[in-house]
């Protein structure tokens, strides 16, 4: 397995260390429930180094990502950061990403355990194309900071709110005298920041911030309260709740996906087929909420009306709500194909009766709206 540059400081700092993605990651400090709710009151600081920086480069490198995007790259300004997803041929994913568009490139930030298939990926479809494909996700190491008092902690660091880049934008700047990129995207549904910064220099940074941090309660945050929080604010985990089975519209990610972009692209027959409802979806993510008391895990079946019907792919207690939530994937095939006219608009799927397989007893549940405790994304 590998170790971020932050290891000896997670090890210093009491973490639980576990392994994700092909990384030693730390799961939690003291306490997951109060981490979760620290970034939801304060601020966290998280270790995301195991994430892949790929940067593309050259004078075919939009016609490049057009091709292997759903989305309109030509349309992506100058410092702006784009959700995107990598799909496969048959319009199901690779993986999903974040893309930043620089001056004279594209940052892409890659799933850590999808590194080496996007590369393959990306090198497989660039042939034909005068682009520059490099991965320096071994000289980057990469720092979260989470929550409403994010930006505090920035400008006690130094830079000004003003200077801050707005909610998902980009900034290379300094950061206690250190070369940075300064994002700010976030996957807990809070404002917050990434630093993209050299590997020689991140423990330093992550000690100042922590420093910085202090008057405004920050607490490092492990992978356990990564989850919890990300749950909440619905948004997929790859490899749970997305994966090469899936299509974007499937998993509920149609909102990321233009009906207008002109250009052919991988998978575009299926993924605008399945937006315009030209194809028909085979089945699609919900987001549920337990009425009777269980925890449904990923891997749980989930039936309606008696008739098994999906599973769940994320499932976890609700510190925010004090509830317990989670998504699940429903088939329309089979003895569940009349569930795709009941359940296939939001209007009708919400407050839909479902159950649960927990422990081989059934537990009730039903499908609620996205997201489960609303983004506070400072915009």
Same mark, same amino acid.
């Given at each position: 397995m590998?170790?971020?540059?932050?290891?000896?400081?997670?090890?210093?700092?009491?973490?639980?260390?576990?392994?994700?993605?092909?990384?030693?990651?730390?799961?939690?400090?003291?306490?997951?429930?109060?981490?979760?709710?620290?970034?939801?009151?304060?601020?966290?600081?998280?270790?995301?180094?195991?994430?892949?920086?790929?940067?593309?480069s050259?004078?075919?490198?939009?016609?490049?990502?057009?091709?292997?995007?759903?989305?309109?790259?030509?349309?992506?300004?100058?410092?702006?950061?784009?959700?995107?997803q990598?799909?496969?041929?048959?319009?199901?994913?690779?993986?999903?990403?974040?893309?930043?568009?620089?001056?004279?490139?594209?940052?892409?930030i890659?799933?850590?355990?999808?590194?080496?298939?996007?590369?393959?990926?990306f090198?497989?479809?660039?042939?034909?194309?005068?682009?520059?494909?490099?991965?320096?996700?071994?000289?980057?190491?990469?720092?979260?900071?989470?929550?409403?008092?994010?930006?505090?902690?920035?400008?006690?660091a130094?830079?000004e709110?003003?200077?801050? =880049?707005?909610?998902?934008?980009?900034n290379?700047?300094?950061?206690f005298?250190?070369?940075?990129?300064?994002?700010?995207?976030?996957?807990?549904?809070?404002?917050?920041?990434?630093?993209?910064?050299?590997?020689?220099?991140?423990?330093?940074?992550?000690?100042?911030?922590?420093?910085?941090?202090?008057?405004?309660?920050i607490?490092?945050?492990?992978?356990?309260?990564?989850?919890?929080?990300?749950?909440?604010?619905?948004?997929?985990?790859?490899?749970?709740?997305?994966?090469?089975?899936? $299509? =974007?519209?499937?998993?509920?990610?149609?909102?990321?996906?233009?009906?207008?972009?002109?250009?052919?692209?991988?998978?575009?027959?299926?993924?605008?087929g399945?937006?315009?409802?030209?194809?028909?979806?085979?089945?699609?993510?919900?987001?549920?909420?337990?009425?009777d008391k269980?925890?449904?895990?990923?891997?749980?079946?989930?039936?309606?009306?008696?008739?098994?019907?999906?599973?769940?792919?994320?499932?976890?207690?609700?510190? $925010?709500?004090?509830?317990?939530i989670?998504?699940?994937?429903?088939?329309?095939?089979?003895?569940?194909k009349?569930l795709?006219?009941s359940?296939?608009?939001?209007?009708?799927?919400?407050? $839909?009766?479902?159950?649960?397989?927990?422990?081989?007893?059934?537990?009730?549940?039903?499908?609620?709206?996205?997201?489960?405790?609303?983004k506070?994304?400072?915009?």
């Amino acid at each position: 397995m590998k170790k971020t540059f932050l290891y000896d400081e997670h090890i210093a700092l009491g973490a639980k260390m576990v392994e994700f993605g092909g990384w030693q990651m730390p799961v939690q400090y003291k306490s997951i429930l109060d981490e979760h709710k620290n970034v939801r009151q304060n601020v966290g600081i998280f270790d995301v180094s195991h994430m892949g920086q790929v940067f593309v480069s050259g004078d075919g490198a939009l016609d490049f990502l057009q091709k292997i995007l759903p989305q309109d790259v030509s349309k992506f300004s100058l410092n702006h950061a784009h959700y995107c997803q990598l799909p496969y041929l048959n319009g199901t994913l690779v993986d999903d990403l974040i893309i930043y568009k620089l001056e004279n490139e594209y940052l892409i930030i890659v799933n850590a355990s999808r590194r080496e298939a996007d590369l393959d990926w990306f090198r497989q479809n660039s042939k034909g194309f005068s682009v520059k494909i490099e991965d320096k996700s071994d000289e980057f190491s990469m720092i979260a900071l989470q929550g409403p008092k994010a930006h505090c902690v920035i400008e006690k660091a130094g830079i000004e709110e003003n200077n801050q =880049p707005k909610f998902f934008m980009i900034n290379k700047t300094k950061l206690f005298g250190f070369e940075v990129y300064l994002c700010r995207t976030g996957y807990t549904g809070e404002d917050g920041f990434e630093i993209i910064c050299k590997n020689s220099d991140v423990v330093e940074i992550w000690r100042k911030l922590l420093e910085s941090g202090k008057e405004f309660s920050i607490t490092p945050v492990g992978l356990g309260a990564r989850d919890t929080l990300r749950l909440e604010a619905a948004l997929c985990l790859y490899g749970s709740d997305i994966n090469e089975h899936t $299509t =974007p519209i499937e998993a509920g990610l149609g909102w990321s996906v233009p009906k207008d972009k002109k250009e052919d692209y991988n998978g575009k027959e299926v993924i605008l087929g399945q937006k315009n409802g030209e194809v028909p979806l085979t089945k699609k993510l919900f987001a549920f909420e337990m009425t009777d008391k269980a925890i449904a895990r990923h891997g749980a079946d989930v039936y309606i009306e008696g008739k098994k019907c999906g599973c769940v792919t994320s499932g976890s207690i609700s510190p $925010t709500l004090d509830k317990n939530i989670g998504l699940c994937l429903i088939s329309f095939e089979g003895d569940c194909k009349n569930l795709a006219t009941s359940l296939n608009t939001k209007e009708k799927s919400i407050g $839909t009766a479902i159950q649960i397989m927990v422990r081989n007893k059934l537990y009730n549940a039903k499908i609620v709206k996205k997201p489960f405790v609303e983004k506070k994304y400072v915009k």
